[in-house]
Every structure is written in structure tokens, then in C-alpha cells.
């Protein structure tokens, strides 16, 4: 039967507030046209309002979800251009440089209507966010740079190389350990999501300090792991290379560098050289934590971003 053949049946007409757009920051997932290009986001928690960009590139955003911090701030979760429910550039899978991701983030800033936000960037999220607090920091009222890095290329590798040997060294008996290692090799021949999303889930007890020792309450998270493969080439096939050292002493906005003493991606040493790049910027090391401290010390590192928060709100409210 035909859709010209179907019975008819009355519905009632959409209320005129049914009809209304939702409010751009009201609780829940939501959807912008960015350019002709779907970026999705989600609203949680009350309070000043701090958009978290995750990490990868191409990790879906959940795993970055905070509920300690919802209790104090409105926190927004934009699903990175190329991940999830948000939209594919033309170029896909290359394209997704630092300028375009700010880009992306600049819009959303612009569509939640609030003078200014704080900017929160795990990992690759955290290189987003430093290049966007440098380059538009307008709307910035201040960045939480979380396991995040001044640089990658060369001198980034060899330094992952010797962490990762150092936690092999550490689980040299777990009988995981062979496979997390020929996974970590496999990174750069990733070629497409199935192959990324197997990678990441086999290499996740090397992105904590204790995997098994909360391997119960971590499983269900590893499991629920997706990403999509993001080359970390631009269009013309050239890598997009993180390396802001030269530019941080000029950063304008207020800082604060978070890390996880046993995070083997995007380290200490990277954290301290933040630190002593950008003017006044403050400094957490989370002395239980690898790359994932708002999951191994949620308490301590909501009271690190709030408080941060809250000086930041008084310093502006005092002039200082």
C-alpha cells in the first residue's frame, strides 16, 4: 500500500511552544549548523559555563564526561567535527587542523549567547584549546590545559617511547601487556574507525596508573570506547604540527595546567614546560593519575578547575 493509500489520522497540531528553538544551553544534546556542517553538543550541570573539548583526535566525547564538575558548572560537550552525531568535513578523513577545530569551537561559543566561557582541553583537545586561547581569546575567560603539551613531532614520540617502556617495566607479568604493546606500534596504521576504536580500547590500561587495579569499575567504560580514524593531515596531506612554544609568553588569559604523574602521552614534562611558558599559569599534578585523572581523582581535580574558576571570577569582579 502506497503512502497515497494509507488511511488518514488526525494528530494534534504542535503546540506554539513545541515550536519554540531550545534555549542553547537548556540540559541535553543539541544540534548548529556550523557552515553547513552538524555540530553536536551536550549540556549538563549549572553554574559558570566551561566548554570541554576531548582528545584524540577523534575520540568520541563521552569518556570526557564530568560529573563533579556539573555540580558547580555548566558544562558543555561539543562532539569534535568528525566524531559521533557531528558532521564530516569534504575532506574527511583529513582537514581537522587546529585552525578549523577553532573554527568549530569559536561558532559554538558564539551560539551559546554568554559573554565569555572557560575553555577546557584534554589532550588533543588540550593543543585545540591553547591554539584557540592564543588566536581568539575574546570570548576566553580563562583554560584548564589537561594533559595537554607545547609541542609534538619527534621530541613527543621519543618521550611517549620512554613512558610506555616504563610501564611495561612496571606490568612486565600482565599477560595484556604483549598486545597493548603491538598496539601502541600499530598507531600509525590506523586507516578507518573499526581499526581505531579496536587500538584505543586495547591500549586503555596504558592511559591509567592503576588499570586493573579498578579494572571492575573501568571495564564498562573501556568497552563503551568509539572513535573515528582522523589522519592528523591537513587537506594538502601535511601534518598538522603542535608546536607553541615560541607563542605561549604571550597567552592573555588565565591558565591552569593539569597532569597525571603517570600519564604517558602528554606528561609531566610537558605539563612543567606549560607551566613555565605561559605567564601566572597554576599547576596540578595528580599524584594518582595517568591520562585520565577526572576518572582517578574526580574529587581532587573538580576542586583544582572550580576553585580555579571561582579565582578567576573574583579577580574580575575585584579588577585585579
Known amino acids: 500500500m502506497s503512502?497515497?493509500?494509507?488511511?488518514h489520522t488526525s494528530s494534534p497540531s504542535p503546540s506554539p511552544s513545541s515550536l519554540l528553538p531550545t534555549a542553547p544551553l537548556a540540559a541535553g544534546a543539541h544540534t548548529v549548523d556550523i557552515g553547513g556542517i552538524a555540530?553536536?553538543?551536550?549540556?549538563?550541570?549549572t553554574g559558570p559555563v566551561c566548554v570541554a573539548h576531548s582528545g584524540?583526535?577523534?575520540?568520541?566525547?563521552?569518556?570526557?564526561?564530568?560529573?563533579?564538575?556539573?555540580?558547580?558548572?555548566?558544562?558543555?560537550?561539543?562532539?569534535?567535527?568528525?566524531?559521533?552525531?557531528?558532521?564530516?568535513?569534504?575532506?574527511?578523513?583529513?582537514?581537522?587542523?587546529?585552525?578549523?577545530?577553532s573554527e568549530f569551537l569559536d561558532a559554538l561559543i558564539a551560539?551559546?549567547?554568554?559573554?565569555?566561557v572557560y575553555l577546557l582541553g584534554h589532550s588533543h583537545g588540550g593543543f585545540v584549546v591553547?591554539?584557540?586561547?592564543?588566536?581568539?581569546?575574546?570570548?576566553?575567560?580563562?583554560?584548564?590545559?589537561?594533559?595537554?603539551?607545547?609541542?609534538?613531532?619527534?621530541?613527543?614520540?621519543?618521550?611517549?617511547?620512554?613512558?610506555?617502556?616504563?610501564?611495561?617495566?612496571?606490568?612486565?607479568?600482565?599477560?595484556?601487556?604483549?598486545?597493548?604493546?603491538?598496539?601502541?606500534?600499530?598507531?600509525p596504521t590506523i586507516s578507518d574507525d573499526a581499526r581505531m576504536t579496536a587500538v584505543i580500547k586495547t591500549l586503555f590500561p596504558l592511559y591509567f596508573a592503576d588499570y586493573w587495579g579498578q579494572e571492575q569499575h573501568l571495564a564498562p567504560l573501556r568497552?563503551?570506547?568509539?572513535?573515528?580514524?582522523?589522519?592528523?593531515?591537513?587537506?594538502?596531506?601535511?601534518?598538522?604540527?603542535?608546536?607553541?612554544?615560541?607563542?605561549?609568553?604571550?597567552?592573555?588569559?588565565?591558565?591552569?595546567?593539569?597532569?597525571?604523574?603517570?600519564?604517558?602521552?602528554?606528561?609531566?614534562?610537558w605539563a612543567e614546560e606549560l607551566h613555565r611558558l605561559i605567564p601566572d599559569a597554576r599547576l596540578l599534578v595528580l599524584e594518582n593519575s595517568g591520562h585520565f585523572g577526572?576518572?582517578?581523582?574526580?574529587?581532587a581535580f573538580a576542586r583544582a578547575v572550580t576553585g580555579f574558576v571561582a579565582s578567576v571570577s573574583a579577580a574580575d569582579r575585584t579588577g585585579n
Open 3 to 7: 503512502a497515497a493509500d494509507a488511511p
Open 39 to 45: 555540530q553536536r553538543y551536550h549540556v549538563h550541570g
Open 56 to 101: 584524540g583526535p577523534g575520540i568520541f566525547w563521552e569518556y570526557l564526561r564530568i560529573p563533579a564538575l556539573e555540580r558547580h558548572l555548566t558544562m558543555v560537550y561539543p562532539e569534535p567535527i568528525g566524531t559521533g552525531a557531528s558532521g564530516r568535513l569534504s575532506s574527511h578523513p583529513h582537514g581537522y587542523t587546529r585552525p578549523r577545530y
Open 111 to 116: 551560539h551559546l549567547g554568554v559573554p565569555e
Open 130 to 187: 591553547q591554539h584557540h586561547a592564543l588566536h581568539r581569546p575574546e570570548r576566553v575567560a580563562g583554560v584548564i590545559l589537561y594533559d595537554s603539551a607545547p609541542v609534538t613531532g619527534p621530541e613527543h614520540v621519543a618521550e611517549a617511547v620512554r613512558m610506555v617502556r616504563a610501564f611495561a617495566e612496571r606490568h612486565a607479568d600482565h599477560p595484556e601487556l604483549p598486545e597493548i604493546l603491538q598496539a601502541f606500534q600499530d598507531i
Open 223 to 269: 568497552a563503551s570506547l568509539q572513535g573515528s580514524h582522523i589522519s592528523g593531515l591537513d587537506e594538502d596531506l601535511a601534518p598538522d604540527v603542535v608546536d607553541d612554544r615560541a607563542e605561549l609568553g604571550s597567552l592573555t588569559v588565565p591558565a591552569l595546567v593539569v597532569v597525571g604523574r603517570h600519564d604517558f602521552i602528554c606528561g609531566v614534562r
Open 294 to 299: 577526572h576518572i582517578e581523582e574526580p574529587e
